[in-house]
């Protein structure tokens, strides 16, 4: 299915190393990175999936954070947000300007190609419009280029042009004015060749606005940009929440695994009664089996249930 496609890895973020995954929901604890640390106090972690879609302004993404930014914030998603190869400040774009000594990227988060950037340096990805009319651009690091690649040529396969796209090396192409839209804390970026999005009023969830063609180059692919939004909100790599998190779902497994061991017991105490205490280490295995048979039939993913970041 689908739902499978793209890639399962890990990041580091804040000393921990972090599941990640195009089929994870997010969410977990947010915590604060330790002293020592790159952004040492900031805290990260916590962003949902429900969370994910900014808009068309650099900065924008960060839940609970309307005005678009991404100076001094903490990275509820745990990825940094993009370093543009720009020097210059785009109208409607936030904290998008060179430091004071004039570098062509922007300081606070490093370089594009920094090597220690959470899922590594930054990439792009083109995908072309079998219309011959569009080229979208995808950019975000590496492992979210290379798992997003996967997805949207599974999803979006009848729309494009050629199915070999690869992730290379951000170059400075695209630009922060070809951006339409924004995810997961200003980490991911789609862009439209030619496209103005200063003038953008694309939405902050997955359905286009009515009105939205006026602002894009004429013969724009309106069917493999909403494709391409859809999957990237849909199957943008996120970290697994840690166990404890997810209430509803540890709480079923519990109850399953509680009714059975009960059943267990109750094995166990009748033949305690009826034949006699030699044979009660049956009944406990009996027992344990039973709960085991019951998590793995209700579908539950057992190294969910000891897994912790480390």
């Not at 344990?288 to 998590?295: A, C, P, R």
Request: aromatic share 10%.
């Amino acid at each position: 299915s689908n739902k499978s496609v793209g890639l399962t890895t890990t990041i580091a973020v804040g000393g921990l190393s972090l599941h990640v995954s195009p089929s994870s929901r997010g969410g977990g604890r947010s915590i604060a990175i330790p002293y020592g640390m790159p952004f040492a106090g900031r805290m990260a972690g916590g962003g949902t999936r429900a969370q994910i879609y900014g808009t068309s302004q650099y900065g924008s993404g960060y839940p609970g954070n309307s005005t678009p930014s991404v100076s001094g914030r903490g990275f509820p998603f745990n990825y940094y947000p993009i370093s543009y190869i720009t020097n210059k400040s785009f109208a409607g774009h936030g904290n998008l300007s060179g430091d004071s000594s004039n570098s062509p990227f922007t300081n606070e988060y490093g370089r594009p190609d920094n090597t220690s950037r959470p899922g590594g340096v930054l990439s792009t990805a083109t995908f072309n419009s079998k219309s011959g009319n569009s080229l979208f651009q995808l950019l975000a690091d590496e492992s979210t280029v290379l798992s997003l690649i996967l997805s949207i040529q599974t999803s979006c396969a009848s729309l494009l042009s050629n199915l070999t796209s690869t992730a290379v090396p951000y170059d400075g192409k695209p630009g922060p004015e070809e951006a339409v839209q924004y995810y997961r804390g200003s980490s991911i970026a789609l862009a439209l060749d030619k496209y103005s999005s200063s003038l953008s009023t694309f939405s902050t969830n997955s359905s286009l606005p009515a009105g939205t063609s006026t602002f894009s180059p004429a013969g724009t692919d309106f069917e493999l940009l909403e494709c391409l939004n859809t999957t990237i909100g849909r199957r943008a790599p996120l970290v697994q929440a840690e166990v404890g998190m997810d209430e509803i779902r540890i709480e079923l497994y519990v109850f399953f695994f509680a009714l059975t061991f009960g059943v267990g017991i109750a094995i166990m105490l009748r033949f305690l009664v009826e034949v006699g205490p030699k044979l009660w280490f049956v009944a406990t295995i009996a027992s344990v089996t039973l709960g085991t048979l019951s998590l793995y039939i209700s579908g539950v993913d057992l190294s969910s249930l000891f897994y912790q970041p480390h």
